[in-house]
């Protein structure tokens, strides 16, 4: 059996596109929209965990001598500024 000159095909490839395009839009927006409710909650944990691990970093540049001791109370008096 003949589907006319063919064209039926190609209609239903688009129309798969069509939807999957559609998908994929709705997916888009709802994690932008997730993500941007919950920025409070999402950030405040990673921000605490960056701050120890810079503390860190800057507790060994101290113990191998690249900072004096000024330095490291400067950068830590400044990192704590910025919590």
Not at 39 to 59: F, G, K, Y
């Amino acid at each position: 059996m003949m589907w006319g000159n063919g064209s039926m095909g190609w209609s239903w490839g688009f129309g798969l596109l069509a939807i999957a395009g559609v998908a994929v839009l709705i997916y888009v927006i709802v994690r932008f929209l997730s993500n941007k409710s919950g920025s409070n909650d999402t950030r405040s944990a990673p921000r605490q965990a960056d701050s120890a691990s810079a503390r860190r970093i800057l507790e060994e540049r101290f113990a191998r001598g690249e900072l004096t001791a000024e330095q490291l109370r400067d950068q830590l008096r400044v990192l704590e500024e910025g919590r």
